[in-house]
């Protein structure tokens, strides 16, 4: 059987260069790509060091010209996708209010539009070869609406959504689509912001509670975060299953806020926003068992 040709975007760091580096390992043909190759080094270096079947090429997920060039170059070259990992995405915090409208739609424009664009590129060849799988990497946030993160967590809720009802309308034509969902992972995420200004983080807003506690969130999450491999494996294990699901929660913390939003009211969640900070850590240990 030929080896699998795989697609992966935003490689340059993070959950996309260890996953183009993992499928690499397995097998795949792996075409690695980023926005920025002046930032491909750290996996040229590491694909020449191990002599991995990796290529590294250059797209824009946010350019329909560039993700038509590299598309049609991979079917110039390999005559075939089999598999699309969109990886690429920005993070992006601060409460509705604050957040510019133009901030709000570069992190739909990244998050969901890019994967939608990318997908429509390559699944005319999948269904035409009744054989495919795509893989979104979503969020927890894309399970758990978070506060403080509203167009982010939107944006990976969307991309969800659009992917539970895509793996219906293509599973007649052997295609599999996979949602990843991580939760705090060791990566650059923070640093590629739509934030024009990147300190929301305003003491006299009336919405600093709010502020505080996502920042209490995640500082937990990082005191023991998920690390980009493990995602990495993560998809390699759903692309390559014989028994396919569409959600995969990567991290303790995702599993908790997975299983524990599912277990409470949607009563229980909003009424959180309005409790003293001690309830609202008593509150958060019970529901998802992470400890603020």
Request: charged share 20%; no cysteine; aromatic share 6%.
């Amino acid at each position: 059987m030929a080896a699998p040709v795989t697609l992966v975007t935003g490689t340059s760091t993070g959950i996309g260069l260890a996953t183009a580096l993992r499928l690499a390992r397995a097998g795949h043909r792996v075409i690695a790509t980023m926005r920025n190759l002046a930032r491909a080094e750290a996996l040229e270096s590491a694909a020449r060091a191990e002599r991995l079947p990796l290529e590294i090429a250059e797209l824009d997920v946010n350019d329909q010209a560039s993700i038509d060039r590299a598309v049609a170059a991979a079917l110039a070259t390999h005559g075939r996708i089999d598999v699309l990992v969109n990886n690429a995405g920005i993070g992006g915090a601060g409460p509705l209010e604050i957040v510019a409208e133009d901030e709000h739609r570069a992190i739909f424009e990244t998050n969901y539009w890019g994967p939608i664009r990318m997908t429509r590129a390559v699944l005319p060849g999948m269904r035409e070869r009744r054989h495919g799988a795509i893989v979104n990497v979503t969020s927890i946030a894309g399970r758990v609406a978070v506060p403080n993160q509203i167009p982010y967590s939107a944006s990976k809720h969307a991309l969800a959504a659009a992917s539970e009802a895509l793996a219906h309308e293509v599973a007649a034509f052997g295609i599999r689509v996979v949602l990843i969902e991580p939760g705090v992972i060791q990566t650059s995420i923070f640093e590629n912001t739509a934030s024009l200004d990147r300190n929301h983080y305003d003491k006299t807003s009336p919405y600093v509670h709010i502020m505080r506690r996502n920042g209490k969130m995640y500082a937990a999450g990082f005191r023991n975060p998920g690390k980009p491999e493990a995602v990495a494996d993560a998809i390699l294990a759903a692309i390559t299953s014989e028994m396919p699901r569409l959600r995969h929660p990567v991290g303790a913390d995702a599993e908790g806020m997975s299983a524990g939003r599912a277990r409470i009211s949607d009563e229980d969640w909003v009424a959180m926003g309005a409790v003293s900070d001690d309830e609202y850590v008593a509150r958060f240990k019970q529901y998802f068992g992470i400890d603020l």
